[in-house]
């Protein structure tokens, strides 16, 4: 096999694929490589997908950090509350004791 012959079809599986992801052809003329990368970006940000079908990463698989940080200051915050009422608390019964 030549290399011309082996890249044409590397090439025409790519423009195939391509058509394929796109869905099928209303018009029966063959489009260019930028106009259908084109037409799937639009069709892709109509649906409100990315280009490849996928969501992000981040939205499958959101990181645990933010939670984490959130419940260790607020059980901080807790702590804290509840060292300042225990202390005005027993320094109130210290100065009532005779």
């Known amino acids: 096999m030549s290399e011309d012959l082996d890249s044409s079809s590397v090439w025409n599986h790519y423009v195939r694929a391509k058509q394929a992801a796109f869905g099928p052809e209303e018009s029966a003329e063959t489009q260019s490589l930028e106009e259908l990368e084109a037409a799937i970006a639009e069709a892709a940000a109509s ?14 698989h959101p990181t645990k950090r933010s939670q984490l940080s959130k419940w260790f200051y607020l ?14 608390w027993w320094g109130r019964k210290q100065d009532m004791a005779p």
């Open 47 to 60: 649906s409100g997908i990315p280009e490849i079908g996928m969501p992000p990463r981040s939205v499958v």
């Open 75 to 88: 059980t901080l915050v807790v702590l804290f509350a509840g060292l300042v009422f225990g202390l005005i």
